[in-house]
């Protein structure tokens, strides 16, 4: 399973568990295998993988083609990992469930 938002964190969840994460920049990854798609993420379009902050000279106009890019490399890395391509019209007309994955699991559950 797989939440890649637009803009935003990104995270691949294995049985319950986050196999792999990152926060707003794809260098900065996290979870039990951070690195296992790396591969896939630079094929997607993703980059740098390396902290950039070495870079003073860093374009600032650069940011809103940046976001456009991110949500391409994102939905191709999120069909990558779940093996569902999210076309326009899929979004358009599929029915949404919403749910909250907690970071911990709960020591018990309420009963309703």
């Known amino acids: 399973m797989a939440n890649g938002s637009p803009v935003g964190p990104f995270y691949s969840y294995v049985d319950g568990y986050v196999r792999m994460s990152y926060d707003e920049e794809p260098y900065c990854r996290g979870g039990s295998h951070p690195d296992d798609l790396l591969d896939v993420m630079r094929k997607v379009g993703f980059g740098p ?63 309703v």
């Not at 994955?101 to 018990?108: D, F, L």
């Open 49 to 111: 993988m390396e902290d950039p902050d070495a870079d003073a000279d860093a374009d600032e106009d650069e940011d809103e083609d940046e976001v456009k890019s991110l949500t391409r490399a994102k939905s191709a890395l999120a069909h990558d990992v779940t093996g569902v391509r999210l076309t326009r019209r899929l979004l358009e007309t599929a029915e949404f469930t919403c749910g909250l994955v907690t970071k911990r699991p709960a020591v018990s559950w309420p009963r």
